[in-house]
């Protein structure tokens, strides 16, 4: 009924407890971890998923601007270099056309600049390796190495056992 030497349930079983709570606890971080990671990769790609959007209402302001404002734009512009330079009135269509192209050209130029950094976006990259170097520690990590069981059988049959 009892224990002999007076050793049951004392420090095995605090071994036991305390190695389990390590592992819990070590699960436990390890699960924040790759959610923290999760979290970071999210972020960052919202942050490249912004970009694109910026980039593709660039474009889309430069093909909107080239659509609706040339024709009044070319008219207006051409009457006023007319009534400036006193050029014949195609050149003056030409020229009010020419500008136009430019404006469309600097804000197709706008998109695609921000098209760039979309691409050039390093948000997944970063953690894809944090998480690399994550794996590889946790790969070279090793547990502590366990008793040799011949020690354990020889310790355990000097423990004296009482029957029930």
Not at 11 to 31: I, K, P, R
Not at 80 to 109: D, E, I, K, P, Y
Not at 132 to 151: G, I
Request: aromatic fraction near 6%.
């Amino acid at each position: 009924m009892s224990d002999p030497a007076g050793r049951t349930g004392t420090a095995e079983n605090g071994a036991e407890h305390g190695l389990g709570q390590l592992v819990a606890s070590a699960t436990a971080e390890m699960s924040a971890l790759v959610h923290d990671e999760i979290a970071l990769a999210k972020a960052q790609l919202r942050q490249d998923v912004r970009r694109g959007a910026i980039s593709g209402l660039g474009f889309a302001a430069a093909g909107m601007v080239l659509l609706f404002s040339l024709p009044m734009l070319s008219f207006a512009l051409a009457y006023g270099f007319r009534a400036w330079t006193g050029w014949h009135m195609s050149v003056c269509f030409l020229l009010s056309f020419a500008v136009n192209v430019v404006v469309a050209g600097l804000l197709g130029l706008i998109g695609a600049v921000f098209a760039k950094k979309a691409k050039r976006g390093k948000g997944p990259q970063k953690t894809a390796a944090s998480v690399k170097r994550t794996a590889a520690l946790l790969q070279k990590a090793k547990p502590h190495p366990r008793p040799d069981a011949s020690a354990v059988r020889e310790g355990a049959a000097g423990v004296a056992r009482s029957s029930v």
